[in-house]
């Protein structure tokens, strides 16, 4: 049981490059959720999924794309990055009942734009 | 939206002393957890408390809803609980969306 995993763990792209990242949960959630911590921030709500096959926008969603592709995975596009995305990029997954388990996040992806 | 505030945002002690962070927020709120995010960045979940007490350890919490805030303790400091403490928050109105304190950095020296 891998709980929340993501790929890739670090990534530099180049101003007006493309890329996707990705989140795969094993613990069969429903939702999943994707943030975006800035130093002396907070996470940032993105983008996130309250079940296969819905996705809504969150606090911070412009620039950006995400597709639930099935109940484990979800996945974050950047279509045309900015200096602006530089940050660290978590995943997370809550079960249904948070009261007893919380909130599971992946380990982050930390992306660079030059 | 809701606000969240912590207080302090710096916090420096030597390891076997305790301490509390604070946790306020705007508006009424239907879940509320505390979390540590560790030097290497991972984020680990303490913590689900939009009322009452809890206690795990050498942490405990306590959320008063009515009063609109939230204290985190811990007791006999070691230098493992260095990080960042978030607490987080969502309203009555949100079923989805939890919004983020900018945390407690909290650093135990030996």
């Known amino acids: 049981n891998a709980g929340v995993t993501q790929t890739p763990k670090f990534q530099v792209l180049k101003t007006g490059q493309s890329m996707t990242l990705q989140c795969a949960q094993d613990m069969n959630h429903n939702s999943m959720y994707w943030y975006r911590q800035d130093p002396g921030m907070g996470l940032r709500l993105i983008y996130y999924?309250?079940?296969?096959?819905?996705?809504d926008k969150g606090e911070v969603p412009n620039g950006y794309n995400v597709s639930r592709l099935n109940k484990r995975e979800f996945s974050l596009r950047l279509e045309s990055a900015a200096p602006s995305q530089t940050s660290v990029y978590f995943c997370?997954?809550?079960?249904?009942?948070?009261?007893?388990?919380?909130?599971?996040f992946g380990p982050g992806t930390r992306l660079t734009v030059t | 939206g809701i606000q969240v505030e912590q207080s302090p945002p710096d916090l420096i002690l030597q390891e076997g002393a305790n301490s509390t962070l604070r946790c306020n927020f705007s508006?009424?709120?239907?879940?509320l957890q505390w979390f540590h995010q560790n030097p290497w960045g991972q984020l680990i979940n303490l913590f689900y408390i939009p009322s009452g007490t809890k206690q795990n350890g050498r942490l405990s919490a306590t959320t008063v809803a009515t009063e609109r805030y939230s204290l985190l303790y811990i007791s006999s400091s070691q230098t493992t609980d260095s990080g960042v403490y978030f607490c987080a928050v969502r309203g009555g109105g949100s079923n989805y969306k939890l919004t983020f304190g900018k945390g407690t950095l909290l650093t135990v020296n030996p």
């Open positions: 508006d009424s709120v239907n879940n």
């Open positions: 999924s309250a079940s296969e096959g819905t996705t």
């Open positions: 997370a997954s809550p079960p249904a009942a948070p009261r007893y388990y919380g909130q599971y």
